[in-house]
């Protein structure tokens, strides 16, 4: 395998004139120029993305911790992660936790020693511990995604749940629905805190009594869906109306329902949150919450790009705003005006 050596010798140059050429670091003349890229194209000289990073103190490349789940929420975002990454030029390590603390330190400590430019953090393990990922090492910019250890000092993207969740059940109200339950995320993490606060916003604005019966918590997952379904159900008369705090939960309570002879939205009216690709594929399509998890994903590498490019101390929290998608699992029940 030829070396920068090897070129240099082969184009009667020096290695730094080669290594000027490759990277556009100084001006070289063109004859010269031309000289070092035949030398390099007849020698089949592959610069080492290794030694290079060594010598310019980066990698261009950056690393992802991320919680593995089978919500598709994740793939979507990782997606807009690794089409903003390729359209900058820079490499994405993707490191999946397994939900679990020590593989989460085993990974984060991996991507430290590989010498990534900067990390992308959506680890909801993290949440509720002490987090310093640098005891052990240099510190490296930071941006914390959607379902990141919310008092680690760093920028953030984040989506208002708080607001998705008001719209979710503003939605119910104004469809004439009055007696409505939430089956929730886990309550120890803040996006499914949010997202009840947000219903129980829009239910007092409306005068509207919060039934505990009708509140239940999940996983986020479709078993969770399924296993908070029943225990509402098991307690007696059911809501007209639920809001879900995920789509995978929503898909999990209308299979239940309807192994149960409940019609979505005939008997029961159901509104989810993250608007997944396949929510509008279900039977009945799901009116649900859009996250803009593209975006949530590109915002976060430009967020890292510009910190490390500005070199900036503070610390800033961008907040992308949900929207809400009406489609066909929500009936309305307002009188309809007849001559």
């Known amino acids: 395998m030829a070396t920068i050596k090897d070129v240099a010798k082969y184009a009667g140059v020096s290695t730094s004139t080669v290594s000027h ?7 070289v003349s063109e004859d010269i120029s031309v000289r070092v890229m035949a030398a390099v194209e ?5 610069p080492s993305a290794l030694a290079r990073s060594l010598k310019v103190n980066h990698t261009r490349t950056f690393g992802m911790l991320l919680t593995t789940s089978t919500n598709p929420f994740f793939g979507e975002v990782v997606k807009g992660v690794e089409r903003r990454c390729y359209q900058q030029g820079y490499n994405l390590i993707l490191c999946n936790t397994e939900g679990d603390l020590d593989r989460m330190h085993d990974n984060l400590d991996t991507l430290l020693q590989k010498r990534v430019d900067g990390l992308l953090l959506m680890c909801s393990e993290m949440e509720g511990s002490v987090f310093d990922p640098f005891s052990r090492h240099q510190p490296v910019p930071t941006v914390v995604m959607d379902w990141g250890p919310v008092d680690f000092p760093s920028d953030k993207i984040q989506d208002n ?14 469809q004439g629905h009055t007696r409505i339950g939430c089956l929730t995320g886990p309550l120890d993490k803040l996006p499914a805190q949010q997202r009840l606060s947000g219903f129980i ?17 999940g996983n986020f997952e479709c078993e969770g869906g399924e296993l908070a379904f029943n ?34 939205p005939e008997d029961l009216s159901i509104v989810g949150y993250d608007d997944i690709k396949l929510a509008k594929y279900i039977t009945p399509s799901l009116t649900t919450i859009h996250q803009p998890k593209h975006r949530l994903g590109q915002q976060a590498v430009d967020t890292l790009l510009d910190k490390i490019h500005s070199k900036r101390a503070t610390n800033t929290v961008i907040q992308l705003e949900p929207t809400l998608v009406v489609r066909d699992s929500v009936l309305n029940l307002n009188p309809t005006d007849t001559i």
Request: hydrophobic share 45%; proline share 1%.
């Open 21 to 27: 050429v490759l990277n556009k670091t100084r001006f």
């Open 42 to 46: 007849e020698l089949n000289y592959a």
């Open 161 to 174: 749940s708080h607001h998705g969740g008001y719209l979710a059940t503003r939605h119910l109200i104004e």
């Open 201 to 217: 916003q829009a239910m007092e604005e409306a005068g509207l009594e919060i039934n505990k019966q009708w509140i239940a918590s």
């Open 231 to 264: 225990e509402v159900f098991e307690r007696g008369e059911l809501p007209t109306a639920l809001f879900v705090c995920n789509d995978m939960m929503a898909m999990g309570v209308i299979n239940t329902a309807n192994k149960k002879g409940i019609k979505v």
